[in-house]
């Protein structure tokens, strides 16, 4: 009795893509089943670990490949866990991992069909490249019934019962006729030592009459001296683990020794992958005891700002038989995840200095990189120094903190900064005019994140780390143009005062401008305008909006003039105008958006026609 049923849509989708694709490199599919063959080995190698029962069929894994020339089939088979009827409908049937499916939903064209395949982790479907036809007959370890899978891709699947002598899985395609070249032995044998060399298993293929070869080195490629192993294959493993199709920007392969022994193989992508800024921000870290796999999903092996490390941690001191949940409480990972991180944050100390190599870095994943300055305490400094900045400085190379200091002028303290929304719009805050006034360098942070670490990092070295609006140096300039009359500028504060009462706290006579007649700022020790408006944008209660003072400027010729007209109640109606269209430029200064769009495009009209 079989059953047929529907693919999941996304899977329909997805076989859609791939039995139509036209890309070249069909032998990947190869990679893929072999892969899935020992990640089945090393579950069921796992599970032994606790399990007496299951422990008695395990052992001996091995992957055979099995080509037919007159059949023109391969088979694909192993003796890991196996699968039960659940696990087929549940994870063959189905596309399990979040976002893959809006990814698949996206994906029209060709070249988006590698990046399906590999960082998607939709390898088995990649069989239906190659196969018309597949039939998987797989037993599950501990349980008696074997089950047969078979489906052409196109029109839904069907499992039926049948048998199979003891645990494991096989898979046999069907190959299309384009696809010939799969039963032939000596392009097996490239193919299996170019991509799957490193697969801890023996790979065997079955030559017939002429017996058995293991092809593959079979021996797990961190525990390997370094000097044996190829760029090639430290690219393969990468590609294996990570599920990338990239080249690795950093590989960091070493064996730490002392009070706790471990090998750790540890990769950077080239690329940031699509959910680098998930919320969960898993680790995604392999970790091995004793080259038996334990989890990918320990808590606490890697922090979460490093998230995007992909590699294997191997060490015989951990308990082999702990649960994963006792692990992560164990005092040992903490030991093992201070090494990493240090070993890690030398090497991109090495890396930094050749700019724009570490710059590749810094853009695929530098913003991630960045929470470590709060998150990571015993290391933030490393982490800041580390760190890339835009700033006023000339040149259009980002800088370090350290670079900064080298330029700050021999009374500067701090370092400043200001945030926002894009660096054109931050250049050109009026804040920044006393700064540039007096050469005086100020880093422009448009990250969410650094509205984060700023309040965590008080001082840098010797500096202070502070908003530009909290500046305790004189930065009043020296001034000989003309300033407004004292009296007439108290008059013009409280007229702006009482009529801004709604929306600006206070307004402030400023010496810091230059080039603006006016700018907006926030009280000292307030939220900033900028991370007020990240909070409303994520639909954040602000429960404390900041107290908005507005800062103008006694040297302008417009507030010189407004200062002259206010006492004269004649002008009330011209100067009130004039005051809320110089309050509105202040806000689209600082990334805000005018109170009333209406008044403000009229009025300008009107000005402008009476300046022209
Ligand atoms: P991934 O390997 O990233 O999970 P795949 O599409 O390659 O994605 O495989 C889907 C799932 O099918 C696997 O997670 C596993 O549960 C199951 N599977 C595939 N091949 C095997 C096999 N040879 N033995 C046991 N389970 C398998
Ligand atoms: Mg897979």
Redesign the pocket.
Known sequence: MSKKREFQTEVAKLLDIVINSLYSEKHIFLR??I???S??CD?LKYWALTNPDVAKTSGNFKILIKPDEKEQTLT?S?N????NED?LI???GT???SGTADFVNNAKDNGSVVELIGQ???????AFMVAKKVE?I?RKAGEEQAYKWESDGLGGYEISKAKRDSN??D?KLWLKDDAKDFTDTVYLRHVIRTYSDHIDYPIVLDLGKAGEETVNTASALWTRNKADITDEQYKEFYRHIS?NFDDPWLTLHFKAEGSIEYNALLYIPTNAPYDLFQPDRQQSLKLYVNKVFISDKVEGLMPAYLRFVKGVIDSSDLPLNISREMLQQNALLAKIRQGTVSRLLKELQKRAKDYDDYLKFWKAFGVAFKEGIYEDFSNREEVAALSLFASTNDSDKLTTLDEYISRAKPEQKAIYYITGDDVPTLRNNPQLEAFKEKGIEVLLLTDPIDEFWTQTLPTYKTFAVKHISQADMDLKIERKDQKADEGNLKKLTDFMTELFKAEVGKVEISEKLTKSPAALNVAEGQMSIHLERLMRNHQQQTAFASTRILEINPYHPLIIKLSEMISDSQNQPQVEEVSRLILDQAKIAEGEAVSDPSFFAEKMSAYLLKGI
Not at 80 to 83: A, L, N, S, V
Not at 120 to 126: A, H, M, P
Request: charged residues 20%; glycine residues 14%.
């Open positions: 893929e089943l892969s899935n063959a990640d089945a579950k694909i192993d890991g866990i196996g699968m696990d549940n994870h063959i596309i399990a991992k998607f982790g939709v390898g088995f479907y990649s998987i797989t494991g899985t898979i599920k």
